[in-house]
């Protein structure tokens, strides 16, 4: 039997009690504080998370109640989620870079009783919208710095952290959380993820404790991963996938977390931890390969030329197995590795590192494939919040680039006339809260309709498009803009394409550079500029994005050629409505924003 199959039948409160019992001591965490990483056994962890539990329920939570997380990563986030379902309450997390219109929404959506903010900054954006929160009774701030300034009736509203923890070690009632443990059921919600509104208001998900423990099997085995995982946590918490692995496995399986001081000094936190396991959205792989090009292009003519040899030794083997190498491979590798890819690996942290994640949003198979000739064992995973997180990804020992693998344990899946992917296991969400005709919509027989459409290649799942995002060209052409966008954002040099094309006589785009790669590469050709639009209005960017363009659509079929561009004056921003918190471009938003410069291509 395999290390997952022998997971508990427990939520996951219970189970980090049972963590307890087997490894007390044991490191579950580190919080790196003022450069010096601060230790977490599990039995602290627990202590904790109990104290903050009951301090919240002495502050009048209900049992049941939704309390909300606004914060970055950090230790005080999985003790107030494990401290909150300690209690039987669900935790609702918030994106930090959320503004206050849109906190005031999820907030009061989610009938949130008790709202845990990191700093000032968020808790400033729920006192901006009191007015229309009447279900809030208390604020929870885990920094301290700033509170003096508040109002003295806001102030009355506002409890730290370290209060709370220690109101509840003080309450004495460890009893309450034994007996909310002993009728805590797998079918409870435990936790509420809000969508990231591409096409509207955020829903909210809400995942059970079944849902949690039943996804939780197929990622340990699909991944290989063990109790000796390490991981460092600093993608949103209220996103699912970092939930997967800051939260669901390392308390099922006893493996170890790592926060960092800040989403700003990841890289340099992924040097210190060199974890065994990482996650990166598409958007942390480009910039990564990004900042490999710059390096490379900063870089002497003979270290250039090293790399390129090296390159040009090994791009077969970014799918072939490593059992599978030939002698001469092997040497090939070898010298690679210790004349060039070691020290790109140290560059970027992931030297160590034994598996490594993409996920949440379609990635350019050239980004892929990069990653996998340095010998970054990067593999493409498929997952929504409707499914509790990963769903499929490829085996390490067979990497087919370009698909999203095949489905993990308990999962099953089916493809309908119309190409969309469905779904079906334990789990499955529960529904969404108070949306019941969406819920209705999305699990029919039980079967979740994922909304994407793919193909099945020997055994293998690709991501064709959103079935919404399918577009017909005025000659009847299907498109895929998915497939366009992504092979034009391989080059280092485009960070967004948004394609036009729906109801139009060819393909045009709206194209955002990347300021930091294109920036540099203006700097070594001596090209003034002083700002983001300067750049882009330089004549001579605009050749090298038509060039990046015209070999993006040598590898594309003709009838999905970008014929015209557009190229934005200002970065695609959240506050303006024009991506998500989780950076997913909102297209209606920008076709409407942009409509008079898409009608300027087709004059």
Not at 25 to 43: H, L, M, N, T, Y
Not at 47 to 62: K, N, T, V
Not at 63 to 90: D, P, T, Y
Request: proline share 4%; aromatic share 8%; net charge neutral.
């Amino acid at each position: 039997m395999t290390q997952a199959a022998k997971l508990p039948e427990l939520t996951l409160p219970q189970m980090l009690r049972e963590r307890v019992r087997l490894d007390g001591e044991r490191v579950a965490i580190r919080q790196k504080d003022f450069g010096i990483w601060k230790p977490v056994s599990w039995a602290s962890y627990y202590q904790r998370a109990c104290h903050f539990g009951l301090g919240l329920r002495a502050m009048g939570l209900s049992e049941g109640g939704h309390v909300g997380v606004i914060s970055e990563n950090r230790v005080e986030w999985v003790l107030a989620q494990m401290g909150v379902g300690l209690v039987g309450a669900v935790t609702v997390g918030v994106y930090p870079t959320s503004p206050s219109s849109e906190v005031a929404y999820v907030v009061g959506h989610a009938d949130i009783e008790i709202m845990i903010c990191e700093d000032q900054e968020q808790t400033d954006k729920l006192l901006a919208a009191l007015d229309q929160l009447p279900r809030l009774r208390k604020i929870v701030v885990m920094e301290t710095k700033g509170l003096r300034s508040f109002a003295p009736q806001a102030r009355e509203l506002i409890a730290t952290f370290a209060e709370v923890e220690q109101a509840g070690a003080a309450s004495g009632q460890q009893a309450l959380v034994d007996a909310v443990l002993a009728r805590q059921t797998l079918d409870d919600i435990g936790l509420m993820i809000y969508t990231s509104g591409s096409t509207g208001k955020p829903k909210g998900a809400m995942i059970s404790y079944r849902n949690i423990r039943s996804v939780v099997p197929g990622i340990v085995d699909r991944l290989a991963l063990s109790r000796d995982t390490s991981h460092l946590s600093y993608l949103p918490l209220c996103h699912v996938a970092e939930q997967m692995l800051t939260s669901f496995v390392p308390v099922y399986l006893g493996s170890q977390v790592n926060f960092g001081e800040s989403i700003r000094t990841v890289q340099e936190d992924l040097r210190e931890v060199a974890p065994s396991m990482f996650l990166g959205v598409p958007r942390i792989w480009e910039k990564m390969h990004a900042a490999i090009s710059i390096q490379l292009q900063e870089t002497g003519g003979l270290r250039r030329a090293l790399f390129q040899r090296a390159w040009n030794a090994c791009q077969g083997l970014a799918e072939k197995p490593r059992a599978a190498w030939t002698v001469g491979e092997r040497l090939a590798w070898f010298v690679s590795y210790w004349s060039v890819f070691r020290a790109l690996q140290n560059f970027l942290g992931l030297r160590r590192v034994q598996v490594a994640l993409t996920g949440a949003a379609p990635i350019p198979p050239d980004v892929v494939r990069f990653f996998r000739v340095l010998g970054v064992p990067l593999v493409e995973v498929y997952g929504l919040t409707e499914s509790s997180g990963m769903v499929t990804g490829h085996r390490l020992d067979h990497v087919v680039i370009g698909t999203v693998g095949t489905p993990i344990l308990g999962v099953e899946h089916r493809i309908a006339d119309n190409g969309e992917l469905l779904l079906r296991g334990d789990m499955i969400f529960a529904g969404y809260y108070k949306n019941p005709e969406a819920t209705t919509s999305s699990i029919r027989d039980g079967w979740l309709y994922t909304g994407d459409v793919v193909v099945e290649e020997g055994g293998q799942l690709r991501i064709v498009d959103r079935l919404k995002d399918i577009m017909i060209t005025a000659g009847g052409k299907n498109l895929t803009p998915s497939e366009i966008e992504n092979t034009m954002k391989g080059s280092p040099y485009i960070k967004e394409c948004i394609i036009v094309a729906d109801g139009r006589k060819f393909v045009g785009a709206l194209l955002q550079i990347d300021y930091e790669t294109v920036g540099k590469w203006a700097e070594a050709r001596r090209i003034p500029f002083t700002h983001f639009r300067s750049l882009v209005e330089h004549a001579d960017v605009r050749e090298l994005i038509a060039a990046e363009i015209a070999r993006g659509n040598g590898r594309l079929a003709q009838v999905s050629h970008i014929r015209k561009f557009h190229l934005l004056v200002k970065e695609l921003d959240h506050d303006d409505g024009e991506v998500t918190a989780t950076m997913k471009v909102r297209r209606s938003s920008i076709y409407k924003t942009y409509a008079a410069e898409i009608e300027a291509l087709y004059r």
